[in-house]
């Protein structure tokens, strides 16, 4: 992929993200089991086949971004509407706050590994994606257990999808 394609993904991909962020949404089923799906999926796929360095590294980055998702998902507001019973999350100024940090983050991390060549730049970037995939984990697990406890554990009073109801934007 070009470099100016390449740009173009990464921009669209991070104004979704701060969209999202403003967005209240019910948490769903989905939400729980999806992030883990889609991290054992790309861990399968891009894992295989490597070096051990190169895979040690992407999990190592991994479970750090599992970890960062852990506590940036304890500032999502997460909350049962008292009239439908229906949990909902939002993540606001604070979560994007935190996101704004994390993004900080990898790029002194980037500069930091890319000025000693130590590590080459696709394993850098795999790194770089499973923290990322690692950190959605994360979120998903604490915004998933705490939407679980309002709910009794049940997670069948969590709806399997979101319905095509547009979601309202609040806080701008």
């Known amino acids: 992929m070009d470099p100016i394609t390449t740009a173009l993904i990464t921009v669209a991909a991070f104004i ?6 403003f967005v ?19 861990a399968d796929r891009y894992l ?3 070096s051990l360095a190169a895979a040690a590294l992407a999990l190592g980055a991994a479970g750090a971004g599992i970890v960062t998702g852990l506590f940036s998902g304890a500032v999502v507001r997460v909350w049962q509407d008292s009239s439908s019973g229906a949990v909902y999350q939002r993540g606001g100024w604070s979560y ?5 940090g994390l993004v900080a983050v990898r790029v002194v991390l980037h500069v930091v590994f890319s000025a000693t060549g130590l590590v080459d730049a696709t394993t850098l970037n795999t790194a770089f994606i499973a923290m990322a995939v690692g950190n959605y984990v994360g979120r998903a697990i604490t ?7 309002l709910v009794g554990w049940d997670v ?5 999808r979101t319905s095509r109801q547009a979601g309202r934007v609040r806080g701008w």
Do not use: N, S
Request: hydrophobic share 55%.
């Open 24 to 42: 209240e949404r019910p948490v769903t089923a989905k939400d729980i089991v999806l992030p883990v799906g889609v991290g054992l999926y790309l």
């Open 143 to 149: 915004v998933g257990l705490r939407a679980l406890a």
């Open 16 to 21: 979704f993200m701060v969209y999202r962020q």
């Open 96 to 100: 994007l706050a935190v996101l704004g």
């Open 48 to 50: 295989t086949g490597g």
């Open 156 to 160: 069948a009073a969590l709806p399997q």
